[in-house]
Nanobody, 119 residues
Framework: QVQVVESGGGLVQPGGSLRLSCTAS???????????MKWYRQAPGKEREWVAT???????SYADSVKGRFSAARDDVKKRFFLQMDGLKSEDTAVYYC??????????WGQGTLVTVSS
């Protein structure tokens, strides 16, 4: 069974940092050219929004709201995909989700991890 599990969320003060992890099981990340890993988030009362993408070549893209503050990374050996979040703001408070896509094979989501930015 293929799945991803997020971890690393918590309470942090404005300006602080957190690193979220997405751990894959049942598959190895970034094996095929069409493998893509993404982070999304959903704030209270709002729709889920895209945050970041990484392709198999390591190319990354970010939402304007997090550009320059968030950074995606990977550990292929440990099957982990990360989101390093620096300079956190109250508006970054949300449940963060990992999404793993292998075109035509699977498109899976984790259960999410809560990030709360508050003083």
């Amino acid at each position: 069974q293929v799945q991803v599990v997020e971890s690393g969320g918590g309470l942090v003060q404005p300006g602080g940092s957190l690193r979220l992890s997405c751990t894959a099981s049942g598959f190895t990340i970034f094996v095929y050219n069409y493998d893509i890993m993404k982070w999304y988030r959903q704030a209270p009362g709002k729709e889920r929004e895209w945050v970041a993408t990484m392709t198999v070549t390591g190319d990354t893209s970010y939402a304007d709201s997090v550009k320059g503050r968030f950074s995606a990374a990977r550990d292929d050996v440990k099957k982990r995909f990360f989101l390093q979040m620096d300079g956190l703001k109250s508006e970054d408070t949300a449940v963060y989700y990992c999404n793993a896509m292998r075109g035509g094979v699977f498109d899976i989501w984790g259960q999410g991890t809560l990030v709360t930015v508050s003083s």
